[in-house]
Each structure stands twice: as structure tokens, then as C-alpha cells.
């Protein structure tokens, strides 16, 4: 199934394609306090449709993992794993069709990485 997305100033616009089967909470110290939920996905299962200039990079640690957010809002809305650089997590919340408080996520332990 395709969902649209954005960030909460719709400067920035996405498309996922995802059935929805793995939603995960991380809890690596970025992660932990920004407390998204995430739907896991297949880099080639995202496109920007809108705003990539307006998209903020920000990485630490071993500098692998690549972190998303709007330069105008400071909205999380997407990253590139440095479990799976074959993988990305896209913040629920930023979907416009769905409710991340309905639901569950599993748990993946960050901070062992």
C-alpha cells in the first residue's frame, strides 16, 4: 500500500510504500528521546515527492546512520539505518492517513549497536 507523508510544515513531502508489518521503537540515544515509532522499509520504498532541499542531515557517533529532519519545523521524518544500509525507518507520525497512538511497536535495542 502507498502512504503519503510530510513534515508538519509540509515543506517536506514523501511516499512510502509499506504494508505495515514492521513498526518498531528504538532506544539508541537519539532515538529514545525523540520517541517515534517507525515503520521499517526498503530504501527503494521511499521517494520525496517535495522538499529535499529543505531536509536537514544529522549524524553522530560512527557516522553511518543518517538522520532526517525540516530545516523549517525540526520534524523528524526519516533515516537511513546503520543496521541495514539496505533499510530506513520513516516516522509514523509523519504519515497523513494514520494514527501512530493505534499502533504497537516491537523494540530494537539500539544501544547495543
Known sequence: ????????CKAIEFEIETSLDKIM????????RRNAK????PNENFKILKGKDNLSLYQF??????HYFC????????????????????????????????YDAGQFDGRKI
Open 1 to 8: 500500500m502507498i502512504h503519503k507523508g510530510s513534515c508538519h
Open 25 to 32: 521503537q528504538c532506544n539508541c540515544s537519539i532515538c529514545i
Open 38 to 41: 517507525m515503520i521499517m522499509i
Open 61 to 66: 557517533n560512527s557516522n553511518i546512520a543518517k
Open 71 to 102: 530545516k523549517n519545523c525540526g520534524i523528524y521524518t526519516h533515516h537511513n539505518r546503520k543496521s541495514d544500509p539496505n533499510g530506513m525507518g520513516v516516522n509514523l507520525g509523519c504519515l497523513d492517513d494514520l494514527n501512530p497512538m493505534e
